[in-house]
């Protein structure tokens, strides 16, 4: 994936697996502003780069489990700051409550010793799965004729 490549908002709802109408919330509301292109008026399109998809993906992972969008909010900034490459054995971990991220098995270990029920996102499968959808939505873009 290019980095200059932008990604139009319909098709990143459908890749996130979100609403077009929650995408756009997130974004009026500044949770993820698309880095390519923003919205310029009534008319105008965002356009969301690879790293921004990712980044959606994994919020909407950790709202599936259970974190609320506030906390989401503290640590997205942690995210943005390690997905200028793909991500390696990177994983976002939860008790419910706080949100850690955990480079290292040993790390993830130390966590799951401390005896409390937590959930992992693997951010590398994140972006893997991410690649997939994306190359999927290219292809079926260019068998309608484009857009």
Same mark, same amino acid.
């Given at each position: *994936? ?6 139009? $908002?319909? @098709? &990143? $709802? ?5 609403? !077009?109408?929650? %995408? @756009? ?5 500044? %949770?993820?502003?698309?880095? +390519? ?9 965002? =356009? ?5 998809? &990712? ?15 506030? #906390? ?5 900034? !942690?995210?943005? @700051? ?9 994983? %976002? *971990?939860? @008790? ?11 790390? &993830? *270990?130390?966590?799951?010793? #401390?005896?409390?029920? +937590?959930?992992?996102? $693997? &951010? /590398?499968?994140?972006?893997? /799965? +991410? =690649? ?7 292809? $079926?873009?260019? #068998?309608?004729?484009?857009?």
């Amino acid at each position: *994936m290019t980095e200059e490549e932008g990604f139009r $908002a319909p @098709d &990143v $709802a459908k890749i996130v697996g979100i609403s !077009y109408r929650q %995408l @756009d919330y997130w974004a009026r509301t500044g %949770l993820v502003t698309p880095s +390519v292109r923003d919205a310029g008026g009534s008319g105008t399109q965002r =356009e969301y780069s690879f790293q921004d998809i &990712v980044i959606l993906k994994a919020i909407k992972n950790l709202l599936d489990t259970g974190v609320n969008l506030q #906390r989401i909010r503290k640590a997205i900034g !942690y995210l943005r @700051d390690n997905l200028k490459k793909p991500p390696s054995g990177l994983t %976002l *971990m939860s @008790d419910g409550n706080k949100i850690y991220a955990c480079e290292t098995p040993g790390e &993830v *270990m130390d966590l799951l010793q #401390r005896g409390q029920g +937590v959930f992992g996102i $693997a &951010v /590398d499968k994140v972006w893997s /799965d +991410v =690649e997939g959808s994306v190359r999927k939505t290219a292809r $079926a873009t260019a #068998r309608a004729g484009g857009s």
